[in-house]
């Protein structure tokens, strides 16, 4: 490298921030590419957590397979589960499908039912002249 080279004629600083490059990707650059200690840990948790989602067949999500890898002893977040997860493309099958709980009765009779919010010519209006006698919500 040229800076290496003539290190010894000028200050590293400055030789840096003539050729626009940052001090610490100098410095990096010095080094050997051996893995950081959190991204050999990433690496160990990584293989955890796809054992423990295929032997669950895909069923258990990130707090499942939290919970699941803390009994066997392994200290991993919730959040590095998600971000490994993710990551790899994989995501919990839902146990069940949705379910409407709601239906409309075609039979139901509304006939007795008024609309208190409409005046004499069938407008809605929602000024009142007494407290309490006209009310509006949304469900």
Request: hydrophobic share 35%; aromatic share 6%.
């Amino acid at each position: 490298m040229f800076i290496l080279a003539v290190k010894a004629s000028f200050p590293i600083d400055w030789m840096c921030r003539k050729l626009k490059v940052s001090r610490a990707s100098f410095y990096r650059s010095l080094r050997p590419a051996v893995p950081t200690p959190t991204q050999v840990r990433h690496t160990v948790l990584d293989a955890h957590v796809v054992r423990v989602y295929e032997r669950e067949k895909g069923m258990a999500g990130r707090d499942q397979i939290t919970t699941i890898l803390g009994q066997e002893g392994v200290s991993i977040a919730t959040g590095t589960v998600g971000t490994i997860l993710t990551g790899r493309g994989l995501r919990a099958v839902r146990m069940r499908a949705w379910k409407k709980t709601t239906t409309v009765d075609p039979d139901a009779r509304t006939e007795h039912i008024r609309n208190h919010m409409l005046d004499g010519d069938g407008k809605r209006e929602f000024i009142s002249t007494v407290p309490g006698t006209r009310f509006c919500g949304d469900i």
